[in-house]
T-cell receptor
Framework: AAGVIQSPRHLIKEKRETATLKCYPIPRHDTVYWYQQGPGQDPQFLISFYEKMQSDKGSIPDRFSAQQFSDYHSELNMSSLELGDSALYFC??????????????FGNGTRLTVT | AQKITQTQPGMFVQEKEAVTLDCTYDTSDQSYGLFWYKQPSSGEMIFLIYQGSYDEQNATEGRYSLNFQKARKSANLVISASQLGDSAMYFCAMRENSYGGATNKLIFGTGTLLAVQP
């Protein structure tokens, strides 16, 4: 079965640089989520899109932005990178149902290291 | 606001034994969903099991079962017949009901690191 695809798997950037993370959700899933997981931390919700419209926003810095395109893939853009942005970034997708029983399916993540 | 609490930072279990990972939650909503995810050292997040707040029976998926006690607001994960490959971080997560699909994010607990010993 198709899974959520994230690229790149690893990314090394210097402070003040920019980074773009890409996510291809599972086909026919209508919601995409971005999470940030710092070392030894639980995943923290950043932002989500439902049918290509931003649906919820969490603790996402103003230096970050995201969007979902017409083909449903999503990109997380990160500017003015700081050392503290080093983390594992997950994209997840789900199919919205009237009940809340649809799990989020996660990609393998992008490990960002800022030096 | 909803909150997930996992009080066990780490657990040891002998191979082939059962282990229970604790999870308590707090929400003011009547309708919600509870999930468990496994994160091996390689980093991926793997969905294990789901329990709905209105489900009367405890969820089971193979060796995984969820001990759901609604009055106590607990949703403990039970892994039977532990295997070496079960060694991983385990996260409990919750989603509150959201009409119209506006907010379906999961909120995670801090996780429990399980080590299965031979």
């Amino acid at each position: 079965a198709a899974g959520v695809i994230q690229s790149p798997r690893h990314l090394i950037k210097e402070k003040r640089e920019t980074a773009t993370l890409k996510c291809y959700p599972i086909p026919r899933h209508d919601t995409v989520y971005w999470y940030q997981q710092g070392p030894g931390q639980d995943p923290q919700f950043l932002i989500s899109f439902y049918e290509k419209m931003q649906s919820d926003k969490g603790s996402i810095p103003d230096r970050f932005s995201a969007q979902q395109f017409s083909d449903y893939h999503s990109e997380l853009n990160m500017s003015s990178l700081e050392l503290g942005d080093s983390a594992l970034y997950f994209c997840a997708s789900s199919l919205t149902t009237g009940e809340n029983n649809s799990p989020l399916h996660f990609g393998n993540g992008t490990r960002l290291t800022v030096t | 606001a909803q909150k997930i609490t996992q009080t066990q930072p780490g657990m040891f279990v002998q191979e082939k034994e059962a282990v229970t990972l604790d999870c308590t939650y707090d929400t003011s909503d009547q309708s919600y969903g509870l999930f468990w995810y496994k994160q091996p050292s390689s980093g991926e997040m793997i969905f294990l099991i789901y329990q709905g707040s209105y489900d009367e029976q405890n969820a089971t998926e193979g060796r995984y079962s969820l001990n759901f006690q609604k009055a106590r607001k607990s949703a403990n994960l039970v892994i039977s017949a532990s295997q070496l490959g079960d060694s991983a971080m385990y996260f409990c997560a919750m989603r509150e009901n959201s009409y119209g699909g506006a907010t379906n994010k999961l909120i995670f607990g801090t996780g429990t690191l399980l080590a299965v010993q031979p």
